[in-house]
């Protein structure tokens, strides 16, 4: 088994940054794809990042590309969500995820690990 804990949430201003982290434990010797999901009040979870476990790939859901970079540091058994220029409609809760496959995908059914989340509030 996987175990996913995040970290690094906040309230900040819009126009600020902050950097979610995800430390894994458990089960981490396979090639997990690591994913970023987040969820509003009434909305559906939805797709942020994912990062392949070389790291050569990564995904972004068009609403973050150019502001958001996802990275990973094997060695420390991390994955890193820089979120950069916050949006008040970024306010979610955050979720660390971790899938098994051999490729990238935005699905939430195809990750088998979640972390508790870590919320994310963004003043206006």
Same mark, same amino acid.
């Given at each position: 088994?996987?175990? &996913?804990?995040?970290?690094? !949430?906040?309230?900040? @201003? %819009?126009? *600020?940054?902050? #950097?979610?982290?995800? +430390? =894994?434990?458990?089960?981490?010797? &396979?090639?997990?794809?690591? !994913?970023?999901?987040? @969820? %509003?009040? *009434?909305?559906? #979870?939805?797709?942020? +990042? =994912?990062?392949?476990?070389?790291?050569?790939?990564?995904?972004?859901?068009?609403?973050?590309?150019?502001?958001?970079?996802?990275?990973?540091?094997? +060695?420390?058994?991390?994955?890193?969500?820089?979120?950069?220029?916050?949006?008040?409609?970024?306010?979610?809760?955050?979720?660390?995820?971790?899938?098994?496959?051999?490729?990238?995908?935005?699905?939430?059914?195809?990750?088998?690990?979640?972390?508790?989340?870590?919320?994310?509030?963004?003043?206006?």
């Amino acid at each position: 088994q996987v175990q &996913l804990v995040e970290s690094g !949430g906040g309230l900040v @201003q %819009a126009g *600020g940054s902050l #950097r979610l982290s995800c +430390a =894994a434990s458990g089960r981490i010797f &396979l090639r997990y794809i690591m !994913g970023w999901f987040r @969820q %509003a009040p *009434g909305k559906d #979870r939805e797709f942020v +990042a =994912a990062i392949s476990w070389s790291g050569s790939s990564t995904d972004y859901t068009d609403s973050v590309k150019g502001r958001f970079i996802i990275s990973r540091d094997n +060695a420390k058994n991390t994955v890193y969500l820089q979120m950069n220029s916050l949006k008040p409609e970024d306010t979610a809760v955050y979720y660390c995820a971790a899938s098994s496959q051999g490729w990238i995908t935005s699905s939430p059914y195809e990750y088998a690990y979640w972390g508790q989340g870590t919320q994310v509030t963004v003043s206006s």
